[in-house]
């Protein structure tokens, strides 16, 4: 089944604690990435990735890190998280190919409260 | 400057009637790509339906149809015969081909609920 994978779900840390969040997807996509939700504010990008070891800040970047190692794995990385980075976290993929067609996948969230 | 606007935060409709969720869009770009998708409360993302800004056609996937408007940069979302299932938060996004990050760009959502 084709599908993008989160992992944790749901996580409760405290400021400072450094903490990642993985995503994985199987459907060989070039294109992964992540989003912040909000209320009101709708979804936001945090991070982009074209490619294997190819990654750009979208709007939102501060506070975060991100790799592509591998061409399935996009992990987001909060360094020093902060009561401010408390949101749900949405990684997503698409084939490069598809132009301005190509819907986005998305993986079901994380909800992250930063204590 | 708004990219994509969605004017109603919150929405009722009585089960089996349709229901219209606005969005209206900016962009300079001939070449563009409207979105719509559901969030149920369960929180994952659901893709509904895809409008190309060339489409002559409006876009139809089963009981969703969007109605473009492309001389008023809209892109309403119309739900016939709507269901207690329908029942979600609606986002409408746009994808612009030379913006770099080609991202999907989001407007603020609409809540539907759907009324028995």
């Known amino acids: 089944e084709a599908q993008v994978t989160q992992n944790p779900r749901y996580l409760i840390t405290v400021t400072g604690k450094k903490l990642t969040v993985t995503c994985s997807q199987n459907?060989?996509?070039?294109?992964m990435s992540w989003y912040r939700q909000d209320p009101g504010l709708g979804l936001r990008q945090i991070y982009y990735?074209?490619?294997?070891?190819?990654?750009d800040k979208g709007d939102v970047p501060e506070g975060y890190k991100v790799s592509r190692k591998e061409k399935r794995n996009f992990p987001l990385i909060l360094e020093s998280p902060s009561p401010n980075q408390t949101s749900l976290y949405f990684c997503?993929?698409?084939?490069?190919?598809?132009?301005?067609?190509?819907?986005?996948?998305f993986g079901e969230g994380s909800r992250l409260t930063v204590l | 400057a708004q990219k994509i606007t969605q004017t109603q935060p919150g929405m009722f409709v009585q089960e089996k009637e349709a229901v219209t969720l606005d969005c209206t869009y900016d962009?300079?770009?001939?070449?563009?790509?409207l979105f719509w998708y559901k969030q149920p409360s369960s929180g994952e993302m659901i893709f509904l339906i895809y409008?190309?800004?060339?489409?002559?056609q409006n876009a139809t996937e089963g009981r969703y149809s969007l109605n473009f408007q492309k001389a008023r940069k809209s892109a309403n979302l119309v739900i016939s015969a709507s269901q207690l299932g329908d029942s979600a938060m609606y986002f409408c996004?746009?994808?612009?081909?030379?913006?770099?990050?080609?991202?999907?760009?989001f407007g603020s959502g609409t809540r539907l609920q759907v009324q028995p």
């Open positions: 997503a993929s698409r084939r490069e190919a598809t132009g301005v067609t190509g819907e986005l996948f």
């Open positions: 459907m060989n996509h070039e294109y």
């Open positions: 990735s074209m490619n294997v070891e190819v990654t």
């Open positions: 962009t300079s770009d001939q070449s563009y790509g």
């Open positions: 409008q190309g800004s060339y489409d002559e």
């Open positions: 996004a746009m994808r612009e081909p030379y913006t770099g990050r080609r991202a999907l760009t």
